[in-house]
């Protein structure tokens, strides 16, 4: 017995959702199938038109497909307690398999009692794997691209967090020279001053300004993707370095928490971004 047989299968295989799915497409396709395909000697059961063959056949395909409601039912609140392995799962759907061909052998057999039991069984076996099988293998392929997709969105989400935290800030001046690097957690705010940005942080708790020659909107540019945003024209703060957001009368501040520390303006530009950013992380 290889490893894959003792792997469990993937929990989304039997998520409420995806189980709904199964189960309406299976049954899509089963009705699809016997009404194009007529397996299971299903032009004996009724001698009657097509539309009313099509009516009597859906009742008994749907009843049919019971056995997959059950099953997956089952299966649905099995594996909220229990591992399922590969080799478990192939074993669970080969017993839908059988039940379902055994319901419709023993149908079969009640129309058209001249039928050999094991000829009739032979064909509900090899027809219920197709009906099963075939719309099994394109959802299971569908769920996998889909917790794929899923699993690289949050990949991208986790990049775009450790930027946002990261350890180190450096500064360059309008030449694209290094002027300065601070820790994230000393740095404070950025301010715009004529051809010049004053970058605000504390030096062994002091609150320190650094002249630097470049503008605001470069140095936007260079910190997209971390949590120092842009508050207000003039003003761009290191979000995980505020305590609160505070609304007074004329409008709403940036409050750092910290003795001697100026609070930030938010102007209404950046209110709305701001404050829905802040909420959220």
């Known amino acids: 017995m290889n490893y894959q047989d003792h792997k469990k299968i993937p929990s989304y295989i039997y998520e409420k959702q995806n189980i709904i799915r199964l189960i309406l497409l299976t049954a899509l396709f089963a009705l ?48 909220r307690k229990h591992d399922i392995t590969y080799s478990g799962y192939a074993l669970w759907i080969f017993l839908e398999i059988f039940f379902m061909s055994l319901f419709y052998t023993i149908y079969t057999i009640s129309l058209n009692p001249e039928r050999e039991y094991m000829a009739a069984f032979k064909e509900s076996a090899i027809n219920t794997s197709l009906v099963l099988l075939l719309p099994y293998s394109a959802l299971h392929l569908y769920f996998s691209y889909k917790e794929k997709e899923r699993q690289l969105s949050l990949l991208a989400e986790e ?6 935290k990261q350890d180190v800030f450096s500064f360059y001046d309008e030449k694209n020279e290094l002027r300065l690097s601070i820790k994230g957690t000393n740095l404070l705010y950025l301010e715009s001053a004529d051809n010049y940005v004053c970058v605000w942080y504390l030096n062994k708790g002091v609150l320190t300004k650094f002249m630097l020659r470049n503008t605001l909107k470069a140095i936007e540019e ?21 305590k609160m957001i505070r609304r007074e009368k ?11 520390v100026s609070d930030i303006p938010i102007s209404r530009t950046y209110s709305e971004k701001v404050t829905s950013w802040f909420i959220t992380h």
């Open 32 to 79: 699809v199938f016997i009404n194009i395909y007529k397996p299971f000697s299903s032009l004996a059961w009724y001698n009657v038109s097509e539309f009313k063959f099509f009516i009597f056949s859906s009742l008994i395909i749907l009843t049919g497909v019971l056995v997959v409601v059950i099953s997956r039912i089952i299966m649905y609140y099995w594996g």
């Open 250 to 260: 004329d409008g709403a501040y940036i409050d750092f928490g910290i003795e001697g």
């Open 159 to 164: 990049k775009i967090e450790a930027a946002g």
């Open 222 to 242: 260079s910190l997209e993707n971390t949590n120092v945003l842009r508050c207000h024209r003039s003003f761009m703060v290191n979000f995980d370095q505020v």
